[in-house]
């Protein structure tokens, strides 16, 4: 051992000088040449454009939206955070209903794709990028939901660690979303890491060096080169067999069985935080609505409606517009999927069903059942949930999905989000009217600036979804295949 | 003035031992969180609040706002102008009428009823809510996220969210006041001109509020006894709450902590199930190998 501490720091010492003296000289001469590859890639983006300008109208919208947002996120804190408020006494509105969203999204995507990797259904493996890019940026951009929400964000992380209060829903909550996410992030890794490296094996210059490291591809040979790994690495084979574990170094060899650990990880942990969500509203005995066990069970179909709709929806639209071909095993299992998201509607009919009827006879939920029965909120309710969100996809899903007709299958996929969207808006605002505010509200509307803000969010989601399309191995097929691009 | 007399005397005068327990107690219990909630030790304080006496002066109002330092609104602290609770309003007077009974208005000096229970410190998820054994239910604005979760917790809807300092703000029963002998009432009682508002030792304003009540007349009711488990705060009412338009709290412990366990535990069972579901969906549908299984070359499998 002490050999190597004493050999390790000298080595590290020589590369370092050896490099500054090659550099010096040759940085001057560099000049030309690093103008030249700006131009060329200036040129490369040009044609580029040419090629696909709907890419860059599209990117170019989104990114508009996002500085509309930053605009109002601006005016938040120069003026007041109340620009976001349509009312004092309904305090959560669109960010909550919108996080609330977004990561029950998250979750659904997680448990659809768990039933390729954990639950061993291998056609579901074919989505299984696809799921957990999108299951990774919805519970990124949910958190950022909620966070711009808090009034203080910055003080969240260290109190929560510092003087946890063990019996709040919310502490829980965010306390097990980050290592949630840190699994959704390594499991979508390892199912791509091959396709990653081989794009860095067919591509060249900085973008090769960029696949290169998202891969850590290559990472074996500079620990090689800089630490006495190979001892360390022999050693620990003797105790531990690194390799039969599948903890290769390299991307080529490393073993897919991992993508399974971790798949249970993040989906055990999923399934707690997103159980915890739903205890965060139906804990709250003062807001009747929210009260009692059937939200934390509602939520779960709810994700199982998004997860299968973001999936479908996207993949499809995706494939639709990179004009690339459906492989009939995709084809299978998007029918499939339709026919289970079907089934799931279903499901949810017969609750929203049992929901209302029940809260009719409950006395303290009567009159906010009512709002949405045959008041300010049944415009959302009869239009959007039940028929938008609920109703109309199932015949469409059953017959796309008869017929394998994909565009069919899309809308109503689609058709799903919004109604869902919509729900969660109404769950989250209707609930808060009674008991505080008894004459009724002058609007139930989110405020504009709340407005411009979630489109910013929603437009980020789109926008790191459409870059990561066009950059990232997502696409429906086996995870070893060759170039993603 | 002798220790044994001070612990006699009457209960808006304590004494000294029993401030410095009070005032050792206070950063502790701040420090320890729930933990501190209402021990037996300390006695609890309350205050009484006789809506029949109010006459409507809102010098409680603004005497609050003065304490507190918070803005004062044009015309808000007009008699007859109607406010609600805010971030800078911790507490109101407003002219309420009974439902039943119209010509009945009596003026309801209203506030956070620091529930002895309270919902909104269970909620709180970085423990910024602490319910101090003397009584009062004190959020620490410098911890504070934010995220207003109290307010939804609370069963009659206090916190209130506060844009300038983004923090949720309510009624902290003075408890500031306390270390200052010359202060030890809260602010709005001090300013009471006509002893609307009193303030003692929680068994004393039970029995002070249920012997005012005896005196009077017509219809009482005493707000607070049963209320959310009990409150701190006592309110006579000439009619009941619902009556008057307050909001109404269940007469138990809202948001308790085992109900809380039965929920989420029943939202565990359902994640199992729904867990168990997708096992059996895919145990039941694993004989789609062969379509796949050009696609295998990549990854072995060892599970199966
Ligand atoms: S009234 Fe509300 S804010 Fe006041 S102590 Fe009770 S629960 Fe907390
Ligand atoms: S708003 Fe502040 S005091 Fe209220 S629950 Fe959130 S962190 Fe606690």
């Keep these: ?104 999204s998250s979750v659904g995507l997680c448990l659809v794709v768990s039933l390729g990797s954990v639950f061993g259904l291998k056609r579901y493996e074919l989505i299984g990028k696809r799921g957990l890019f999108l299951a990774l940026i919805s519970i990124i951009l949910g958190l950022s939901s ?17 003087t946890p209060n063990l019996f709040s829903a919310m502490w829980y909550m965010s306390t097990l979303y980050p290592p949630y996410i840190a699994c959704i992030a390594v499991w979508y890794w390892l199912l791509a890491r091959r396709d990653l490296a081989r794009t860095a094996a067919e591509s060249e210059g900085l973008r090769a060096k960029i696949y290169n490291i998202l891969a850590l591809e290559g990472l074996k040979a500079y620990a090689y080169e800089r630490m006495p790994l190979q001892r360390w690495e022999s050693k620990l084979n003797r105790t531990i067999p690194l390799q039969k574990l599948g903890l290769s ?6 073993d897919l069985s991992w993508a399974r650990v971790l798949g249970t990880l993040a989906l055990i942990s999923g399934l707690i935080a997103y159980t915890i969500e739903g205890s965060l509203f139906a804990h709250t005995e003062a807001r009747p609505f929210w009260y009692g066990p059937l939200y934390p069970i509602d939520f779960f179909l709810g994700a199982g409606f998004c997860g299968f709709s973001w999936l479908m929806a996207l993949g499809i639209l995706t494939h639709k517009l990179k004009r690339e071909q459906f492989s009939e095993a995709y084809r299978t299992l998007l029918s499939e999927m339709a026919e289970i998201l079907a089934l799931l509607l279903s499901a949810g009919v017969l609750f929203t069903a049992y929901k209302m009827g029940h809260g009719l006879f409950e006395p303290l939920k009567v009159k906010t059942v009512m709002l949405f029965l045959n008041g300010p909120f049944s415009l959302n309710f009869w239009i ?38 919509v729900k969660k808006y109404d769950f989250v605002v209707a609930s808060q009217v009674y008991p505080v505010i008894k004459e009724g509200l002058p609007s139930y509307f989110p405020a504009i600036m709340e407005i411009i803000l979630i489109g910013g969010i929603i437009a980020t989601f789109l926008l790191v979804y459409t870059l990561g399309a066009r950059f990232l191995p997502l696409k429906e097929e086996g995870s070893h295949r060759g170039p993603v691009i | 003035m002798s220790r044994k007399k001070s612990e006699k005397k009457p209960i808006n005068k304590i004494g000294r031992r029993r401030f410095l ?29 006789d809506t029949l006496r109010c006459i409507g002066c ?40 009974d439902r039943k009974n119209r010509a009945q208005r009596t003026y309801v000096h209203w506030t956070c009823q620091h529930c002895a229970k309270p919902a909104c410190v269970g909620a709180c998820p970085v423990t ?90 017509g219809p009482a009711y005493i707000l607070g006894l049963e209320e959310a488990g009990g409150t701190d705060i006592l309110t006579i009412l000439p009619a009941k709450p619902e009556n008057m338009g307050l909001v109404v709290a269940p007469k138990k412990v809202v948001n308790q902590d085992l109900d809380k366990i039965r929920i989420t535990a029943s939202g565990f069972m359902g994640a199992s199930v729904l867990a168990g579901l997708m096992y059996g969906y895919g145990h039941l549908n694993k004989t789609d190998g062969s379509e796949q299984d050009q696609d295998k070359k990549g990854h072995e499998d060892d599970h199966e």
Excluded at chain 1, 387 to 413: F, Q
């Design chain 1, 384 to 421: 959007f949930e039940i028929a938008i969100g609920l109703v109309l996809p199932i015949p469409i899903l059953i017959y796309s999905a008869r017929k394998r007709k994909t565009a069919g299958i899309a809308t109503a996929s689609i058709m799903v989000l919004a109604g869902y969207f």
């Design chain 2, 58 to 97: 809102k010098r409680c109002m603004s005497a609050c706002k003065r304490w507190n330092k918070l803005h004062v609104e044009r015309e808000e602290l007009l008699t007859d102008r109607n406010t609600d609770l805010s971030g800078n309003n911790f507490v109101v007077v407003n002219l309420r009428a």
């Design chain 1, 1 to 104: 051992m002490k050999t190597t501490m004493n050999e390790s720091p000298t080595l590290t010492l020589n590369a370092e000088t050896h490099s500054s003296k090659e550099e010096t000289p040759s940085s001057q001469p560099n000049h030309p040449a690093r103008k030249t590859t700006i131009r060329q890639a200036f040129s490369t983006l040009l044609a580029d454009m040419e090629r696909s300008p709907g890419f860059y109208v599209w990117v170019s919208f989104l990114i508009a939206v996002i500085f509309l947002a930053g605009y109002s996120l601006l005016m938040s804190l120069i003026y007041s955070m109340e620009i976001f408020e349509f009312s004092l006494k309904i305090p959560w509105e669109m960010m909550v209903s919108n996080y609330i969203f977004l990561v029950g």
């Design chain 1, 146 to 162: 909620i966070g711009l929400h808090l009034g203080h964000p910055e003080r969240g992380a260290i109190y929560n660690a510092l």
């Design chain 2, 21 to 49: 327990k009070v005032l050792a107690g206070v950063p502790v219990y701040a420090a320890l969180g729930p933990v501190g909630i209402a021990s037996g030790e300390t006695r609890r304080y309350g205050k009484l609040v």
């Design chain 2, 128 to 217: 910024a809510i602490t319910k101090l054994s003397r009584g009062p239910v004190v959020i620490n604005e410098s911890k504070c996220i934010g995220c207003r979760y109290c307010y939804q917790s609370c069963p009659y809807k206090v916190p209130r969210f506060d844009f300038e300092k983004r923090v949720s703000r309510k009624c902290t029963l003075c408890y500031d006041r306390i270390p200052l002998l010359d202060y030890m009432k809260p602010a709005c009682v001090a300013a009471c001109p006509v002893g609307a508002l009193h303030y003692g030792l929680k068994e004393d304003i039970i029995l002070e509020a249920k012997k005012r009540v005896e005196r009077r007349k």
């Design chain 1, 249 to 254: 170094l390299d991307a080529e060899n490393a």
